[in-house]
């Protein structure tokens, strides 16, 4: 017995029973990876917050903190911004990123018009 379906991708399209289990898998790959994009996207927003308060910036010059932190030390910046969580709440920070974050503090305080002994020790 055959059995067909129609393609969500491709609506002209039938799929046989093979093309619509590769298919499935592909859409619970693709679910699976927004979830991840979801996730990810939460912790960096939470992070961002966290620089705001840090070093007393806007949301945007927070993101540029963050992302100059993770190019600078060559960390994926879902990892910096689980670092800067942690260490928000206590924890240590690596060396080379809490340095780092300490430079980027001061430059981009240096633009908002402060002088970098305004903030706070980081």
């Known amino acids: 017995m055959a059995f067909f379906a129609i393609s969500k991708r491709h609506p002209l399209r039938l799929l046989s029973v093979t093309e619509l289990a590769i298919e499935h898998e592909q859409l619970q790959e693709e679910n699976a990876q927004l979830q991840r994009a979801i996730t990810s996207h939460a912790v960096i927003d939470q992070a961002i917050g966290a620089v705001v308060v840090l070093g007393r910036l806007a949301p ?11 190019q600078r030390t060559n960390t994926k910046l879902r990892t910096v911004a689980e670092h800067i969580l942690a260490f928000a709440q206590g924890d240590g920070l690596p060396d080379t990123e809490r340095e780092e974050l300490r430079r980027a503090l001061d430059r981009y305080t240096l633009y908002a018009g402060r002088r970098p002994a305004d903030g706070p020790t980081v």
């Open 60 to 70: 945007e010059e927070a993101w540029r903190v963050l992302r100059d932190v993770s």
